[in-house]
Protein backbone atom coordinates (compact mmCIF):
# COMPACT_ATOMS: atom_id res chain seq x y z
CA UNK A 1 0.00 0.00 0.00
CA UNK A 2 1.14 3.79 -1.37
CA UNK A 3 0.66 6.50 1.51
CA UNK A 4 0.24 9.88 0.10
CA UNK A 5 1.18 13.03 1.79
CA UNK A 6 -1.56 15.88 2.32
CA UNK A 7 -1.77 18.34 -0.37
CA UNK A 8 -1.07 21.31 1.73
CA UNK A 9 2.51 19.86 3.19
CA UNK A 10 3.65 18.52 -0.23
CA UNK A 11 6.51 19.71 -1.69
CA UNK A 12 7.13 22.22 0.76
CA UNK A 13 11.20 22.97 1.58
CA UNK A 14 12.61 23.36 5.22
CA UNK A 15 14.44 26.42 4.32
CA UNK A 16 11.44 28.16 3.07
CA UNK A 17 9.90 27.32 6.82
CA UNK A 18 13.35 29.04 8.41
CA UNK A 19 12.62 32.08 6.32
CA UNK A 20 9.27 32.71 7.70
CA UNK A 21 10.58 32.67 11.07
CA UNK A 22 13.62 34.72 10.47
CA UNK A 23 10.94 37.69 8.81
CA UNK A 24 8.32 37.26 12.11
CA UNK A 25 11.54 37.62 14.18
CA UNK A 26 12.37 40.98 12.35
CA UNK A 27 8.99 42.46 12.49
CA UNK A 28 8.24 41.52 16.27
CA UNK A 29 12.36 43.90 16.91
CA UNK A 30 11.85 46.15 14.81
CA UNK A 31 8.17 46.74 16.50
CA UNK A 32 9.79 46.93 20.46
CA UNK A 33 12.34 49.37 18.30
CA UNK A 34 9.61 51.73 17.87
CA UNK A 35 7.61 51.18 20.84
CA UNK A 36 10.96 52.32 22.92
CA UNK A 37 11.54 54.88 20.76
CA UNK A 38 7.75 56.66 21.20
CA UNK A 39 8.47 56.35 25.24
CA UNK A 40 11.54 57.94 25.15
CA UNK A 41 10.26 60.65 22.79
CA UNK A 42 7.47 61.00 25.15
CA UNK A 43 9.52 61.11 28.03
CA UNK A 44 11.98 63.65 26.57
CA UNK A 45 8.83 65.82 25.83
CA UNK A 46 7.53 65.94 29.17
CA UNK A 47 11.04 66.77 30.57
CA UNK A 48 11.52 69.41 28.56
CA UNK A 49 7.82 71.15 29.10
CA UNK A 50 8.10 70.80 33.17
CA UNK A 51 11.95 72.41 32.21
CA UNK A 52 10.28 75.33 31.13
CA UNK A 53 10.07 78.17 33.05
CA UNK A 54 6.48 79.43 34.18
CA UNK A 55 4.68 82.09 32.57
CA UNK A 56 4.54 85.05 35.12
CA UNK A 57 0.88 86.05 36.52
CA UNK A 58 -0.16 89.50 35.93
CA UNK A 59 -0.53 91.03 39.28
CA UNK A 60 -3.97 91.15 41.28
CA UNK A 61 -3.23 94.74 41.27
CA UNK A 62 -2.56 96.80 38.69
CA UNK A 63 0.81 97.98 38.42
CA UNK A 64 0.37 101.36 37.36
CA UNK A 65 -2.55 101.30 39.84
CA UNK A 66 -0.43 100.58 42.51
CA UNK A 67 1.82 103.09 41.50
CA UNK A 68 -0.66 105.43 41.77
CA UNK A 69 -2.10 104.58 45.15
CA UNK A 70 1.76 104.04 46.63
CA UNK A 71 2.00 108.06 46.42
CA UNK A 72 -1.29 108.91 47.72
CA UNK A 73 -1.28 111.13 50.91
CA UNK A 74 -4.58 109.61 51.52
CA UNK A 75 -5.65 106.22 53.04
CA UNK A 76 -6.58 103.76 50.08
CA UNK A 77 -7.55 100.28 50.19
CA UNK A 78 -8.25 97.50 47.15
CA UNK A 79 -10.01 94.16 48.12
CA UNK A 80 -11.16 91.68 46.29
CA UNK A 81 -14.32 89.68 45.65
CA UNK A 82 -13.38 87.64 49.23
CA UNK A 83 -12.85 91.44 51.07
CA UNK A 84 -9.23 90.34 51.42
CA UNK A 85 -6.88 93.59 51.40
CA UNK A 86 -4.74 93.40 47.91
CA UNK A 87 -3.03 96.57 48.73
CA UNK A 88 -3.35 99.57 51.32
CA UNK A 89 -1.34 102.44 51.65
CA UNK A 90 0.02 103.39 55.07
CA UNK A 91 -2.08 105.97 56.23
CA UNK A 92 -5.00 103.27 55.98
CA UNK A 93 -2.97 101.73 58.66
CA UNK A 94 -1.84 104.37 60.46
CA UNK A 95 -5.54 105.11 60.65
CA UNK A 96 -7.07 101.87 61.62
CA UNK A 97 -8.62 100.84 58.68
CA UNK A 98 -6.58 97.72 57.59
CA UNK A 99 -5.08 94.88 59.91
CA UNK A 100 -3.21 92.43 58.23
CA UNK A 101 -5.66 91.77 55.08
CA UNK A 102 -8.74 92.86 56.83
CA UNK A 103 -10.99 95.54 56.63
CA UNK A 104 -11.59 95.81 60.50
CA UNK A 105 -14.10 99.08 59.84
CA UNK A 106 -17.74 97.33 59.56
CA UNK A 107 -19.18 100.25 58.44
CA UNK A 108 -16.65 100.86 55.39
CA UNK A 109 -16.87 96.85 55.03
CA UNK A 110 -20.71 96.94 54.29
CA UNK A 111 -20.09 99.50 51.69
CA UNK A 112 -17.56 98.09 49.95
CA UNK A 113 -20.13 94.97 49.71
CA UNK A 114 -23.04 97.38 48.62
CA UNK A 115 -20.45 98.68 45.75
CA UNK A 116 -19.21 95.30 44.83
CA UNK A 117 -23.05 94.32 44.53
CA UNK A 118 -24.49 97.13 42.33
CA UNK A 119 -21.32 98.81 41.18
CA UNK A 120 -21.83 102.57 42.40
CA UNK A 121 -20.20 104.85 43.58
CA UNK A 122 -20.37 105.52 47.05
CA UNK A 123 -19.34 108.16 49.81
CA UNK A 124 -19.57 108.11 53.61
CA UNK A 125 -18.29 110.31 56.74
CA UNK A 126 -16.86 108.28 59.83
CA UNK A 127 -15.63 108.73 63.11
CA UNK A 128 -12.86 106.19 63.96
CA UNK A 129 -12.36 105.73 67.33
CA UNK A 130 -9.66 104.03 68.92
CA UNK A 131 -8.47 103.48 72.77
CA UNK A 132 -5.64 106.02 73.74
CA UNK A 133 -6.44 108.13 70.68
CA UNK A 134 -8.74 111.05 70.15
CA UNK A 135 -11.44 110.65 67.57
CA UNK A 136 -11.00 110.89 63.70
CA UNK A 137 -13.58 111.93 61.21
CA UNK A 138 -12.72 110.88 57.79
CA UNK A 139 -14.31 110.57 54.72
CA UNK A 140 -14.86 107.73 52.39
CA UNK A 141 -15.23 107.23 48.44
CA UNK A 142 -16.14 103.85 47.46
CA UNK A 143 -16.05 102.89 43.41
CA UNK A 144 -15.41 99.31 41.46
CA UNK A 145 -12.04 98.72 40.21
CA UNK A 146 -12.79 96.44 37.16
CA UNK A 147 -14.83 93.68 38.07
CA UNK A 148 -13.74 92.12 40.65
CA UNK A 149 -12.10 94.17 42.87
CA UNK A 150 -13.26 97.49 45.03
CA UNK A 151 -11.27 100.63 45.72
CA UNK A 152 -11.68 102.91 49.08
CA UNK A 153 -10.31 106.42 49.09
CA UNK A 154 -10.54 107.46 53.11
CA UNK A 155 -9.53 111.42 54.04
CA UNK A 156 -9.22 112.41 56.93
CA UNK A 157 -11.01 115.34 58.01
CA UNK A 158 -10.34 115.76 61.44
CA UNK A 159 -8.31 118.91 60.88
CA UNK A 160 -11.29 120.84 58.89
CA UNK A 161 -13.60 119.89 60.89
CA UNK A 162 -11.97 120.82 64.37
CA UNK A 163 -10.90 124.17 62.11
CA UNK A 164 -14.90 124.64 61.14
CA UNK A 165 -15.71 124.27 64.90
CA UNK A 166 -13.89 126.71 65.96
CA UNK A 167 -15.09 129.02 63.45
CA UNK A 168 -18.69 128.36 64.17
CA UNK A 169 -17.74 128.97 67.84
CA UNK A 170 -15.76 132.43 67.16
CA UNK A 171 -18.55 133.79 65.03
CA UNK A 172 -21.15 132.85 67.45
CA UNK A 173 -18.99 134.24 70.00
CA UNK A 174 -18.74 137.60 68.37
CA UNK A 175 -22.06 137.51 68.01
CA UNK A 176 -23.04 137.63 71.44
CA UNK A 177 -20.04 139.77 72.65
CA UNK A 178 -20.93 142.40 70.08
CA UNK A 179 -24.55 142.30 71.26
CA UNK A 180 -24.09 143.11 74.37
CA UNK A 181 -22.43 146.08 74.85
CA UNK A 182 -24.51 146.88 71.58
CA UNK A 183 -27.62 146.51 73.73
CA UNK A 184 -26.01 148.41 76.46
CA UNK A 185 -25.78 151.66 74.49
CA UNK A 186 -29.45 151.13 73.48
CA UNK A 187 -30.66 151.09 76.58
CA UNK A 188 -28.66 153.49 78.45
CA UNK A 189 -29.61 155.60 74.64
CA UNK A 190 -33.31 155.18 76.09
CA UNK A 191 -32.70 155.85 79.75
CA UNK A 192 -31.31 159.25 79.05
CA UNK A 193 -34.30 160.07 76.81
CA UNK A 194 -36.21 159.04 79.30
CA UNK A 195 -34.54 161.12 82.00
CA UNK A 196 -33.76 164.48 80.02
CA UNK A 197 -35.49 166.32 82.75
CA UNK A 198 -33.10 165.02 85.65
CA UNK A 199 -29.21 166.12 84.74
CA UNK A 200 -27.78 163.82 87.31
CA UNK A 201 -29.09 160.98 85.81
CA UNK A 202 -28.30 162.27 82.15
CA UNK A 203 -24.51 162.52 83.25
CA UNK A 204 -24.44 158.57 84.90
CA UNK A 205 -26.35 157.40 81.91
CA UNK A 206 -23.96 159.03 79.42
CA UNK A 207 -20.79 157.93 81.28
CA UNK A 208 -22.31 154.83 81.19
CA UNK A 209 -22.40 154.82 77.77
CA UNK A 210 -18.83 156.43 77.41
CA UNK A 211 -17.67 153.08 78.97
CA UNK A 212 -19.95 150.51 76.85
CA UNK A 213 -18.47 152.26 73.70
CA UNK A 214 -15.26 152.21 74.52
CA UNK A 215 -15.54 148.12 75.81
CA UNK A 216 -17.33 147.65 71.95
CA UNK A 217 -14.34 149.97 70.27
CA UNK A 218 -11.83 147.29 72.20
CA UNK A 219 -13.47 144.48 71.54
CA UNK A 220 -13.99 145.52 67.23
CA UNK A 221 -10.21 146.86 67.75
CA UNK A 222 -8.77 142.91 68.94
CA UNK A 223 -11.23 140.82 66.46
CA UNK A 224 -9.75 142.88 63.68
CA UNK A 225 -6.31 142.36 65.19
CA UNK A 226 -6.64 138.37 65.47
CA UNK A 227 -7.73 138.53 62.35
CA UNK A 228 -5.13 139.89 60.88
CA UNK A 229 -2.35 138.22 63.06
CA UNK A 230 -3.81 134.94 61.40
CA UNK A 231 -3.45 135.90 57.70
CA UNK A 232 0.39 137.36 58.43
CA UNK A 233 3.32 134.78 58.48
CA UNK A 234 6.23 136.04 60.36
CA UNK A 235 8.54 133.63 59.06
CA UNK A 236 8.12 134.57 55.29
CA UNK A 237 10.27 137.70 56.43
CA UNK A 238 11.32 137.35 59.89
CA UNK A 239 12.94 140.91 61.42
CA UNK A 240 15.84 140.39 63.83
CA UNK A 241 14.30 141.80 66.94
CA UNK A 242 16.04 143.37 70.21
CA UNK A 243 13.83 141.78 73.16
CA UNK A 244 14.78 145.22 75.16
CA UNK A 245 13.20 147.55 72.80
CA UNK A 246 9.96 145.21 72.03
CA UNK A 247 9.43 145.29 75.67
CA UNK A 248 9.44 148.86 76.63
CA UNK A 249 7.22 149.31 73.72
CA UNK A 250 4.75 146.55 74.82
CA UNK A 251 4.55 148.50 78.46
CA UNK A 252 4.41 151.40 77.08
CA UNK A 253 1.22 150.74 75.36
CA UNK A 254 -0.77 149.67 78.81
CA UNK A 255 1.38 152.82 81.13
CA UNK A 256 -1.67 155.01 80.98
CA UNK A 257 -4.13 152.03 81.92
CA UNK A 258 -1.97 150.96 85.12
CA UNK A 259 -1.52 154.67 86.24
CA UNK A 260 -4.96 155.23 86.35
CA UNK A 261 -5.10 152.04 88.29
CA UNK A 262 -2.28 153.20 90.36
CA UNK A 263 -0.36 149.65 89.62
CA UNK A 264 3.64 149.98 88.43
CA UNK A 265 4.74 147.86 85.85
CA UNK A 266 8.48 147.19 86.38
CA UNK A 267 11.10 145.48 83.84
CA UNK A 268 14.49 144.18 84.12
CA UNK A 269 17.52 145.51 83.59
CA UNK A 270 18.35 145.62 79.97
CA UNK A 271 19.75 142.04 78.36
CA UNK A 272 20.32 142.40 74.85
CA UNK A 273 18.54 139.52 73.80
CA UNK A 274 17.91 139.10 70.49
CA UNK A 275 14.96 136.85 68.84
CA UNK A 276 14.02 136.55 64.77
CA UNK A 277 9.83 136.96 64.14
CA UNK A 278 7.36 139.74 63.30
CA UNK A 279 7.56 142.83 65.40
CA UNK A 280 4.22 143.82 65.83
CA UNK A 281 3.30 140.41 66.78
CA UNK A 282 5.75 140.04 69.37
CA UNK A 283 4.94 143.42 70.48
CA UNK A 284 1.03 142.92 70.77
CA UNK A 285 1.26 139.47 72.51
CA UNK A 286 3.74 140.70 75.31
CA UNK A 287 1.42 144.08 75.47
CA UNK A 288 -1.61 141.83 76.15
CA UNK A 289 0.50 139.85 78.65
CA UNK A 290 1.15 143.01 80.33
CA UNK A 291 -2.54 143.92 79.90
CA UNK A 292 -3.91 141.27 82.01
CA UNK A 293 -1.47 141.16 84.36
CA UNK A 294 -2.49 145.21 84.50
CA UNK A 295 -6.41 144.49 84.37
CA UNK A 296 -6.41 141.41 87.30
CA UNK A 297 -4.33 143.29 89.77
CA UNK A 298 -5.13 145.12 92.88
CA UNK A 299 -4.30 148.88 93.24
CA UNK A 300 -0.88 149.59 94.66
CA UNK A 301 0.55 145.99 93.63
CA UNK A 302 3.39 145.96 90.36
CA UNK A 303 3.62 144.03 87.63
CA UNK A 304 6.46 142.28 86.92
CA UNK A 305 8.27 141.99 83.11
CA UNK A 306 11.45 139.37 83.34
CA UNK A 307 13.34 138.49 80.19
CA UNK A 308 16.02 135.79 79.87
CA UNK A 309 17.76 133.54 77.66
CA UNK A 310 17.63 129.53 78.52
CA UNK A 311 19.52 127.63 75.84
CA UNK A 312 18.17 128.46 72.45
CA UNK A 313 15.24 130.22 73.72
CA UNK A 314 14.25 133.39 75.30
CA UNK A 315 11.58 133.84 77.84
CA UNK A 316 9.00 136.64 78.93
CA UNK A 317 7.91 136.30 82.20
CA UNK A 318 4.89 138.77 83.12
CA UNK A 319 3.90 138.51 87.08
CA UNK A 320 1.26 140.03 88.81
CA UNK A 321 -0.10 140.02 92.17
CA UNK A 322 -3.86 139.88 91.63
CA UNK A 323 -7.07 137.08 92.31
CA UNK A 324 -4.87 134.34 91.04
CA UNK A 325 -6.58 131.58 88.36
CA UNK A 326 -8.31 128.42 89.86
CA UNK A 327 -6.62 124.99 89.09
CA UNK A 328 -9.31 123.52 87.03
CA UNK A 329 -9.71 126.93 84.79
CA UNK A 330 -5.90 126.47 83.41
CA UNK A 331 -6.39 124.65 80.59
CA UNK A 332 -9.01 127.04 79.26
CA UNK A 333 -7.91 130.39 79.59
CA UNK A 334 -6.27 130.83 76.40
CA UNK A 335 -9.15 129.74 74.46
CA UNK A 336 -11.07 132.68 72.62
CA UNK A 337 -13.55 134.55 74.32
CA UNK A 338 -13.04 132.57 77.53
CA UNK A 339 -13.07 134.49 81.13
CA UNK A 340 -12.07 132.83 84.25
CA UNK A 341 -14.58 135.23 86.17
CA UNK A 342 -16.81 136.58 83.54
CA UNK A 343 -18.97 139.09 86.07
CA UNK A 344 -15.56 140.77 86.51
CA UNK A 345 -14.96 141.24 82.58
CA UNK A 346 -17.27 144.47 82.59
CA UNK A 347 -15.18 146.45 85.68
CA UNK A 348 -11.96 144.97 84.04
CA UNK A 349 -12.93 145.65 80.09
CA UNK A 350 -11.45 142.19 79.16
CA UNK A 351 -12.64 140.98 75.86
CA UNK A 352 -11.37 137.21 76.16
CA UNK A 353 -9.11 137.62 73.10
CA UNK A 354 -5.63 138.75 74.31
CA UNK A 355 -4.73 135.41 75.66
CA UNK A 356 -5.46 133.59 72.61
CA UNK A 357 -3.69 136.43 70.45
CA UNK A 358 -0.54 135.46 72.66
CA UNK A 359 -0.91 131.90 71.51
CA UNK A 360 -1.43 132.53 68.21
CA UNK A 361 1.71 134.47 68.26
CA UNK A 362 3.67 131.77 70.36
CA UNK A 363 2.77 129.20 68.15
CA UNK A 364 3.48 131.08 64.64
CA UNK A 365 6.75 131.89 65.87
CA UNK A 366 7.38 128.28 67.08
CA UNK A 367 7.41 128.83 70.58
CA UNK A 368 4.80 128.41 73.39
CA UNK A 369 2.95 129.98 76.14
CA UNK A 370 2.44 128.55 79.71
CA UNK A 371 0.96 129.75 83.50
CA UNK A 372 1.75 128.94 86.68
CA UNK A 373 -1.16 130.43 89.25
CA UNK A 374 -2.59 130.44 92.82
CA UNK A 375 -5.48 131.19 93.41
CA UNK A 376 -5.03 134.82 96.06
CA UNK A 377 -1.47 134.72 95.21
CA UNK A 378 -1.15 135.99 91.59
CA UNK A 379 0.05 135.01 88.41
CA UNK A 380 2.94 134.24 86.12
CA UNK A 381 2.89 134.31 82.17
CA UNK A 382 6.12 132.97 80.55
CA UNK A 383 6.08 133.37 76.78
CA UNK A 384 9.06 131.37 74.90
CA UNK A 385 10.57 131.94 71.63
CA UNK A 386 13.28 131.07 70.13
CA UNK A 387 16.04 132.99 70.15
CA UNK A 388 18.55 134.39 67.38
CA UNK A 389 21.78 132.49 66.78
CA UNK A 390 24.82 133.76 68.36
CA UNK A 391 27.22 135.77 65.72
CA UNK A 392 30.25 134.07 65.11
CA UNK A 393 32.79 133.66 67.68
CA UNK A 394 30.10 134.42 70.61
CA UNK A 395 29.13 131.76 73.05
CA UNK A 396 25.98 131.09 73.82
CA UNK A 397 25.44 133.44 77.56
CA UNK A 398 22.06 131.25 77.94
CA UNK A 399 21.28 128.84 81.02
CA UNK A 400 21.35 125.00 80.84
CA UNK A 401 18.39 123.60 81.21
CA UNK A 402 20.45 121.39 83.78
CA UNK A 403 20.49 124.92 86.11
CA UNK A 404 18.30 125.84 88.42
CA UNK A 405 15.81 128.60 87.12
CA UNK A 406 14.48 131.18 89.83
Known sequence: MVLT??????????AYDQGVTLTETLLVALLSVL??????????????????VPEVEEPAVPEKVAAVLSVLRSSAVIVDDADIVL???APAYALGL???????????????????????IRELELTLERPGSPSRHVQARVAPLGTRQVLALVEDRTKERRVEAIRRDFVANVSHELKTPVGAIRLLAEAVNDASDDPEAVQRFAGRMVTESERLTHLVQQIIELSRLQSDDPTAMP??????EVVATAIDTVAIDAAARELEVIATDETGLRLPGGREQVTVAISNLIANAVNYSPAGTAVHVATRQVDDTVEVAVTDQ?????????DRIFERFYRVDPARHRSTGGTGLGLSIVKHVAATHGGDIRVWSVEGQGSTF???L????APAGEENTGISMEEERP
Open 87 to 89: KAS
Open 322 to 330: GIGIPPEEL
Open 239 to 244: ELLDLD
Open 35 to 52: LVAGVYGAFIVSERQQSK
Open 386 to 389: PAAP
Open 98 to 120: VRGTDIVVDDLLSVVHQVRRDGQ
Open 382 to 384: TLS
Open 5 to 14: APCGLRGRDP
